[in-house]
């Protein structure tokens, strides 16, 4: 199992333009090696990275011999990158790679395992030597290689570690979740997580710092100063967002074995132009993909349930579906005689939550029906500890 450590370095004003010279020649060798790669399949060639990479030596020295001043992973990585994402488009996994943009793209680049050292809270980087780090490695293991990166103003470095697997304790307790705009996520045992809105909370003074760019001359220091300023903004807002996920997705994926949660088609609701910014603050996308991949970690499973299965109008305890349920009912209310929750009020996120972990409980084997009978998630829980 590989993991990666993001560290925040301490670099001294000679170092940081170590940095972006180095970031610069990666970004220069991956726009080279893009053109040629266009040039020559054009010319119905079949380029590969390592041609490339040969056929930019034999020139590096006469034509570029200012890319000699940084570390040479900085114009070896990119060709190997490049290789891996004209893999990926051609196996129709990703987009065509693009060229980069020195405003646009973000500054980084790649140190092997032999081009670096670790010390305590420190590392060393070819032809500049020891770099300060914020804290120690966390992890215990084979240091794979590691990614240095500029977010805003500051400098990080993701040290990928080589760790052994470990035994996964099984866990018999099941969960079903459901997300949304007016809390995050609903779980079953009735918990709710507060969707906290950190770009809405932060929109009037970034809306603030954006219009104080604009108004800056083209160019100038202040306009610099202003493009960083608009930079922390979303840097911080993006900390903020991502403690959350990070902190719920972990204690879910440490307390429950098997997950149920809504198949959402994220791209359509991002089309959706007055709910779009909400749920791009809310980062639905990102929460599943945190817990699907802690989850597997630890042992569990994610049961997607589909996403057209109707959880919010339909009883978790009897089944009956309320057809003409609109968006601004924010309670359920059962209208079957014999249902034990017979006109009696229930949270709707709630009620879907419980109907999302009885449907993947379903999908499993684990039950037959998706209504339990249960005034709660009892009776799942049994049908788990049983199985």
Known sequence: MIKAHKIRLHPTPEQAIYFAKAAGTARFVWNWALAEWNRQYEAGLKPTALKLKKQFNDIRREQFPWTWEVTKNASDQPFLDLGKAFTAFFEGRARRPKFKSKKRSKPSFYLANDQLELGDHRIWVPKLGWVNMAEKVRFAGKVTGARITRTADWWFVSIQVEIPNTIPVKKPAAVGIDVGLNRLATLSTGEGVENQAFLKTALKKLRRANKRLHRRKAGSKKREQARRQVARLHYRITCLRDDVLHKL??????????????????????????????FSDAALGKLLSLLASKVEQR?????????????????????????????????????????????????????????????????????????????????????????
């Open 299 to 387: 042992g569990g499973q994610v049961i997607k349930v589909d996403r057209f299965f109707p959880s919010s109008k339909t009883c978790h305890c009897c089944g009956w579906k309320w057809e003409a349920m609109q968006l601004s009912d924010r309670e359920f209310l059962c209208q079957n005689p014999s249902c034990a929750y017979h006109l009696f009020p229930q949270d709707r996120d709630h009620n879907a939550a419980l109907c999302i972990l009885a449907e993947a409980l379903r999908l499993i084997g684990l039950i037959d029906q998706v209504a339990t009978g249960t005034g709660s998630d009892d009776g799942v829980n049994l049908a788990v500890d049983a199985g």
């Open 249 to 278: 997705t972990t204690r879910l994926a440490t307390c429950y074995g098997i997950i149920g949660i809504e198949d959402l088609h994220l791209k359509g609701l991002l089309k959706n132009r007055k709910l779009a910014r909400s």
